[in-house]
């Protein structure tokens, strides 16, 4: 399968009186969203801080939605679409990420949502999502071992942003991080000792039922970092948004 012609990843601030309005969406736009012109793949996803995975974590005041478009003619009518007005009457703030996938993984929801990318070089920001189906006899020996790895991203050099990302409060979890380059990513992943024991783990443990790993190319961000958690000073000449 080819790679989409273009990822995008939307994500909403909302007021805490608006809570009710956000459920209510995330209950009646994914069918909506996965039928708009141009639309391959899309999830509306829950978000958190991504210091842990249970419902203590979630953050009701901020949303997502993640779509693989056919082209980016196709994921320009989203700000239009239905969907994209409904989130964008209750949002206070928001932030477009443009995104071309390097390399994926793995499948959700029995799809490979990413194709088969290309790779190529990549010199500015990338971002790595993360996604699991935890297995609900393995939940427990999952959290436990989660907290180490949070605290080394927090402190890793290079990360610009990073939220947890979810479909439902428990079982159904995922991470999302921004790095302001492919060799800050590496190095977290492969050299960092707590996150190298996770993937050493992994296999050995069966956490997971389903599993996803994803690389992008951050080709734009438009509209409020702030919304990402964006912490970095002085962004590259590759992240052009407005904050």
């Given at each position: 399968?080819s790679p989409?012609?273009?990822?995008?990843?939307?994500?909403?601030?909302?007021h805490p009186?608006a809570?009710?309005g956000a459920?209510?969406?995330m209950a009646?736009?994914?069918?909506?969203?996965?039928?708009?012109p141009?639309?391959?793949?899309?999830k509306?996803l829950?978000?958190g801080?991504?210091?842990?995975f249970?419902?203590?974590?979630?953050?009701?005041?901020?949303?997502?939605a993640?779509?693989a478009?056919d082209?980016?003619?196709?994921?320009?009518?989203?700000?239009?679409?239905?969907?994209?007005r409904?989130?964008?009457?209750?949002a206070?703030s928001?932030v477009?990420?443009?995104l071309?996938?390097?390399?994926?993984?793995?499948?959700?929801?029995?799809?490979r949502p990413?194709?088969e990318?290309s790779?190529?070089p990549?010199?500015?920001?990338?971002l790595a999502?993360?996604?699991a189906r935890?297995?609900?006899?393995?939940a427990?020996?999952?959290?436990?071992?989660?907290p180490?790895?949070?605290?080394a991203?927090h402190?890793?050099?290079?990360?610009?942003?990073r939220?947890?990302?979810?479909?439902?409060p428990?079982?159904w979890?995922?991470?999302?991080?921004?790095?302001?380059?492919?060799?800050?990513?590496?190095a977290?992943?492969?050299?960092?000792p707590?996150?190298?024991?996770a993937?050493?783990?992994t296999?050995?443990?069966?956490?997971?039922?389903?599993?996803?790993?994803?690389?992008?190319?951050v080709?734009?961000?438009?509209g409020?970092?702030?919304?990402l958690?964006?912490v970095a000073e002085?962004?590259?000449?590759t992240?052009?948004?407005?904050?």
């Amino acid at each position: 399968m080819s790679p989409p012609g273009l990822v995008t990843l939307h994500v909403w601030r909302i007021h805490p009186v608006a809570v009710p309005g956000a459920l209510l969406r995330m209950a009646v736009h994914p069918p909506r969203l996965r039928r708009a012109p141009g639309v391959r793949f899309a999830k509306l996803l829950g978000t958190g801080t991504g210091t842990g995975f249970g419902p203590g974590d979630a953050d009701p005041t901020r949303w997502a939605a993640l779509v693989a478009w056919d082209s980016p003619a196709a994921a320009a009518g989203f700000d239009a679409s239905p969907v994209g007005r409904s989130w964008a009457r209750i949002a206070r703030s928001s932030v477009r990420l443009e995104l071309r996938p390097l390399t994926s993984r793995g499948a959700w929801s029995g799809r490979r949502p990413f194709g088969e990318p290309s790779g190529g070089p990549v010199t500015g920001p990338v971002l790595a999502l993360t996604r699991a189906r935890l297995r609900a006899r393995r939940a427990v020996t999952f959290w436990r071992a989660v907290p180490p790895v949070a605290a080394a991203l927090h402190a890793a050099p290079g990360l610009l942003a990073r939220f947890g990302v979810g479909e439902a409060p428990l079982g159904w979890q995922g991470t999302v991080s921004v790095w302001r380059a492919p060799a800050d990513l590496v190095a977290f992943a492969y050299r960092q000792p707590e996150h190298r024991a996770a993937i050493t783990r992994t296999p050995a443990e069966g956490w997971y039922a389903e599993e996803l790993f994803a690389r992008f190319a951050v080709d734009d961000v438009v509209g409020d970092r702030a919304v990402l958690g964006w912490v970095a000073e002085g962004d590259p000449e590759t992240a052009r948004g407005h904050a």
